[in-house]
């Protein structure tokens, strides 16, 4: 319901711990084509789940490939044989040069002999990406293609008549210093025009990025195409080319990916390792020679089959100067890590970041400079000089729609590793989830392996009375920031459920604080995850949302709340909620006693009459049959009860501000909550 316009980075002090990288994106679009266009069914397994993957995706079913998930999440992919069973289509691509890149060449050879009429565009940074020298090398080989817009971007029309042939008797003339995805394209096309002889690829200029095209090599192998070459300056796919389906190919996760975690553990593991699951030395991507860089400037990391255990070494990190051409994604990461070196990093022959997402040498020296570090920057090279110790400012890093940006910038989190004392700031961090591009889960990743001292997380506590929708409001915020959410009254009621399900009578404070001890609680979502004795092993519990909401049980949890040793036994487990980047919690004493520390304290108050009216409608909803009256009687006895309990009693905190919500719809609510949240955050 609510974009997260920015998220908030607390200062971040060591990092430890396992990561599990998603797919690589250049090759699961690679395969996911390359299934496509083969002939008979190719499984593809560990495919990354990403926006550039879903927009390949849906051009792939809009042509006529069958994709079906199996039950172990595999994709089985049925191509078309290189032969087109529909001729007309509109495909948006989004900003996945990807997808558009090597679909503009396969569907622009394929409509040039089979027939066709097909519009590809994008986002409106898509149609900002250059495609003329595809497009002219494209047009050489006889293939009609139109700009829809300006000259030399998208979108685009392919078209063409049946029967038609193309001229694949001379070289296709392609630059290779503007991006290494046009000539991805022409090899990945290519074979659907080798009926007549072979076709060869003459690449103009030097080719920048080469590794991305051994990628493309080696996958072309995988699916029965062998080209020969002549080093990078000359490709032939041999005539009668055709793509032959593997049967099952696995993506290798994504080593430029895999960057922010080797820079994580060359920065922040000064204690234990990063451990990097999915890719290894072995890696038939270019960027995993970023190793080699992060060992240069101090990363110890050692290479095992499926994973990279990363330590920290040489502390300060170690200046470098580096020719990025083999590795242009992942430089990006060096140019953060230049933050935590001493002296200055020069990263050369960069030309290509200008031509991506965004000019990114533009965009990372502006947010750099932010960050109090000096920058120099020219055509095609970036020098970073790291803030001094009392130099680290703060502000929001704009990440101009680019997901590497808002990945690598997060690193500077860790700053307090060498600011000086009093210099550490929040890092926010501006369109986090941009970062669905090709790594969805990063920051849940990023959290998952980092430390923060306790008092640096911010909590954000709402308590009121019983059916006053703080649940409601604080599961919202917490959405609306990106943070967790600790719903307090969900654990009063799941020790109240077990106790009934245990005979443990209401007056039993001992017994009950036994119970509320051994509670195995986990929130997922709208799903409430209780593991008990039954639980097979390995599964996650009995989902008991619905049955925590039994009025039997919350008029048990109410009185149950009263007990000293109950609140005692469940205090850690509710601090323990308290978890990188943030909190919401809700409940009665969240402001008072969990959490005085809060950072914004919000008191959720409405009347009986109207809390009754919502608990009813609640109810109703859900098939349950109840008494108006008998609800207001039963909420006012709990308030009664609550206020005037000997331990804790319900009462706003000191510095808490009232919310009346008598009269406002939850989003007016949540509002008025981020608002009193983005003032305190500002001041």
Not at 611 to 620: C, S
Not at 633 to 640: G, Y
Request: glycine share 10%; net charge negative; hydrophobic share 45%.
């Amino acid at each position: 319901m609510y974009a997260i316009p920015r998220l908030d980075l607390p200062p971040l002090r060591s990092a430890a711990g396992h990561v599990q990288l998603p797919g690589s994106k250049s090759i699961s679009n690679r395969v996911l084509l390359l299934a496509g266009l083969s002939e008979g069914t190719t499984r593809v397994r560990d495919l990354l789940d990403s926006d550039d993957t879903r927009v390949m995706l849906a051009a792939l079913r809009a042509l006529g490939c069958t994709l079906v998930t199996q039950p172990d999440g595999a994709l089985d992919v049925t191509g078309i044989g290189g032969r087109l069973p529909v001729h007309a289509a509109q495909l948006f691509l989004g900003n996945a040069g990807t997808a558009m890149r090597p679909l503009t060449a396969a569907l622009a050879v394929l409509a040039a002999q089979q027939g066709g009429d097909f519009e590809l565009s994008g986002v409106a940074r898509m149609h900002e990406r250059p495609i003329g020298d595809l497009v002219d090398a494209l047009r050489a080989l006889g293939c009609p293609v139109d700009y829809l817009g300006q000259e030399g971007y998208p979108p685009l029309k392919l078209r063409g008549e049946a029967g038609g042939r193309l001229d694949t008797a001379r070289e296709i003339p392609v630059r290779g210093d503007v991006s290494s995805q046009f000539l991805t394209a022409l090899l990945l096309a290519l074979p659907l025009a080798s009926d007549t002889g072979p076709v060869t690829i003459a690449v103009q200029g030097e080719l920048i990025s080469k590794p991305y095209i051994e990628i493309t090599l080696n996958l072309l192998a995988r699916f029965g195409i062998a080209v020969e070459r002549q080093g990078f300056e000359r490709f032939t796919i041999p005539a009668g080319s055709r793509y032959r389906t593997p049967g099952e190919i696995h993506v290798e996760a994504d080593a430029s990916s895999a960057s922010y975690f080797i820079a994580l553990g060359a920065i922040a593991a000064a204690d234990a390792p990063v451990v990097i699951e999915g890719l290894g030395l072995d890696s038939i991507q270019g960027d995993i020679r970023f190793v080699e860089a992060a060992q240069a400037m101090g990363a110890q990391v050692q290479g095992e089959p499926g994973r990279l255990v990363v330590r920290r070494g040489a502390w300060p990190l170690k200046a470098i100067t580096l020719d990025c051409n083999h590795i242009p994604d992942a430089a990006m990461t060096l140019a953060v890590m230049a933050l935590y070196a001493e002296g200055t990093t020069r990263l050369t022959n960069i030309a290509s970041w200008r031509v991506k997402e965004t000019d990114r040498i533009v965009a990372m020296a502006a947010e750099l400079r932010k960050l109090g570090a000096h920058v120099v920057e020219g055509a095609d090279f970036i020098e970073v000089t790291a803030p001094a110790a009392d130099g680290w400012t703060a502000a929001p890093i704009h990440t101009y729609d680019d997901h590497r940006i808002a990945m690598c910038l997060s690193l500077a989190a860790f700053h307090p590793l060498v600011a000086a004392p009093g210099r550490t700031v929040t890092v926010p961090i501006l369109d986090p989830k941009c970062v669905a591009k090709t790594f969805p889960d990063y920051f849940e990743a990023l959290f998952a392996v980092s430390t923060a001292e306790v008092a640096d997380i911010p909590v954000i506590t709402i308590d009121g009375p019983t059916a006053s929708g703080k649940g409601t409001l604080a599961a919202q915020a917490a959405a609306a920031l990106g943070w967790h959410q600790l719903d307090s009254g969900l654990l009063y009621r799941a020790t109240a459920l077990a106790a009934l399900r245990q005979g443990v009578a209401a007056e039993d404070a001992d017994g009950l604080a036994a119970v509320a001890r051994g509670l195995k609680l986990r929130f997922d979502g709208e799903r409430v995850l209780l593991r008990h004795a039954a639980t097979p092993p390995g599964q996650d519990g009995e989902d008991v949302a619905d049955a925590l909401r039994q009025e039997q049980v919350g008029s048990l949890a109410s009185r149950i709340s009263a007990h000293g040793a109950v609140r005692a036994a469940l205090n850690q487990l509710q601090l323990d909620f308290r978890r990188l980047p943030g909190l919401v919690a809700d409940g009665r004493d969240m402001g008072t006693v969990i959490f005085p520390d809060a950072g914004l304290k919000v008191f959720l108050t409405a009347s009986p009459a109207m809390r009754a009216e919502r608990r009813y409608q609640q109810l109703i909803g859900k098939g349950i049959s109840a008494s108006l009256d008998a609800l207001r009687a039963d909420l006012e006895a709990r308030d009664e009860r609550d206020r005037n309990r000997a331990v804790a009693p319900l009462k706003p905190a000191a510095d808490a501000v009232l919310l009346d919500n008598s009269t406002l719809g939850i989003e007016e609510s949540v509002q008025q909550v981020l608002s009193w949240w983005a003032g305190r955050r500002q001041g």
